[in-house]
DNA sequence: TCTGGGGTCCTAGGACCC
DNA sequence: TCTGGGGTCCTAGGACCC
């Protein structure tokens, strides 16, 4: 049997620990990053059931003494940065997942730093040291193993699972655990009495497929036996880049829905031009009033990462959208995305069109001249930041209920 | 002020081609 | 002429993750 050499480390409560390291005052109390909405909760916090995702008065009405913290963006994205980079210390091969949680393997280097356990203590003891923040790691032979280590040993704890005693670890341990099992998922499965990995273990294929949907059926079914053939990744890059506003509730008028898509495909397209790529696929999201929201989407002939083009394109979608819900007369949040993404390879290229082609690369004969205005707004933001040039972010003013800083810690690498 | 923002992956039906 | 199978792409919707 292979050793457990897949560390998983996941910083306890981040942004709400982040906040309690630069305020001593906040230390052991309940606390709540956000405002509108709870972007982290701390410990103390969740203890009364706060959670993330949380609106703001339903945590408070949980927790009266909460207190909400404005959120210090570029501290977790330093801090989170540094965390990561102690496991780079230690291997290469650290796969990061998010702003607070990464993956290594440390199968490579234990001869010079003691076993895989050793290597565990020594990066929490060293985060603890030199950021001053609680982190939890699970060691394991596979990596859903080791996340779902790292999870029971929450907070601030350290769970080693033995290549020997892998099952009897995982198989008394509830469904929800497991990656790609989510609330509904987990309600179909307690319908058919499996409540814990052990009873999905027990199950046959056919039937977990039955109940799940034919790949989940098959994924679950080998991640239950702690069949996971995934490796380490070291760099991966989104496949798609997009950006959403929601609008608490807006009558659906030109007048909300032209500056709204603008500012959204100028945040989407601006990131791609930054990273010399573009997109074949847009996809727009309505959602109304209700809660419910509908999509449409377009596959174009040509990629882009023109503003103008992108905005145009997306608001024929969205016209599309509306003109099949007359019903509707309010929309609460409006989204843009653009994936099928690919490298440009050769910026400048640029091929005369016929008539044809023109319905399905909507403005591309005017590209260029958008292309060179697209460039000159880049550069200008390079200088004198984000908020210097461009379109429509006073109409968006105050209503933005989420500040950009957090959006950006959101975003993959493209 | 009743629900944020950025992503990935899967399913299913229809169009289209061989 | 009718029938059928297989593959691929596109679109809409939805579950899930951080």
Not at 37 to 56: D, I, T
Not at 260 to 272: C, E, G, I, K, P
Not at 356 to 384: M, Y
Request: proline content about 5%; some cysteine; glycine content about 8%.
């Amino acid at each position: 049997m292979a050793p457990a050499t897949i560390l998983h480390a996941d910083l306890d409560a981040f942004y709400a620990s982040v906040e309690q390291l630069l305020d001593p005052s906040l230390r052991g109390r309940p606390i709540a990053v956000g405002g509108g909405v709870v972007l982290a909760a701390s410990y103390e916090a969740k203890a009364f059931g706060v959670r993330g995702g949380m609106a703001g008065r339903r945590a408070r009405e949980l927790c009266p003494h909460l207190i909400f913290v404005g959120g210090h963006f570029k501290e977790y994205q330093r801090l989170g940065d540094a965390a990561i980079a102690v496991l780079g210390d230690f291997t290469p091969l650290v796969e990061r997942i998010s702003i607070d949680e990464a993956f290594a393997d440390v199968a490579g280097c234990t001869h010079l730093f003691g076993s895989p356990e050793t290597i565990a203590r020594a990066v929490r003891r060293r985060v603890r040291d030199e950021l001053g923040l609680p982190i939890s790691v699970g060691v394991a032979r596979t990596k859903h193993l080791a996340k779902i280590a790292s999870q029971v040993a929450k907070p601030d704890g350290l769970v080693v699972v033995d290549p020997a005693a892998e099952l009897a670890f995982l198989h008394h341990l509830p469904v929800a655990l497991m990656w790609g099992v989510g609330p509904v998922a987990q309600a179909r499965l307690a319908e058919r009495g499996i409540a814990t990995i052990g009873q999905l273990a027990a199950t046959s294929p056919a039937s977990v497929a039955r109940i799940l949907g034919k790949a989940a059926g098959e994924k679950l079914t080998a991640l239950a036996w702690n069949r996971d053939p995934r490796a380490i990744v070291t760099q991966r890059r989104a496949h798609s880049a997009g950006a959403q506003s929601a609008l608490g509730r807006k009558p659906v008028d030109d007048l909300v829905v032209r500056p709204t898509l603008r500012h959204l495909a100028d945040r989407v397209a601006s990131r791609l031009r930054a990273r010399s790529r573009s997109g074949r696929t847009v996809t727009v999201r309505v959602r109304f009033a209700d809660l419910r929201s509908v999509t449409r989407s377009i596959s174009l002939a040509a990629p882009v990462a023109a503003t103008a083009i992108l905005a145009e394109v997306a608001e024929d979608l969205v016209r599309a959208a509306l003109r099949d819900h007359p019903e509707e007369r309010e929309i609460s949040l409006l989204a843009i995305s653009v994936s099928e993404i690919e490298d440009d390879a050769c910026l400048q290229l640029e091929f005369p069109l016929g008539l044809d082609d023109e319905k399905r690369r909507p403005g591309a004969r005017r590209g260029r001249s958008r292309f060179v205005a697209d460039r000159a707004v880049d550069k200008i933001r390079d200088r004198f930041g984000w908020e210097a040039v461009g379109y429509a972010s006073v109409a968006l003013g105050r209503s933005r209920s989420v500040p950009d800083g957090f959006r950006e810690l959101a975003e993959k690498e493209l």
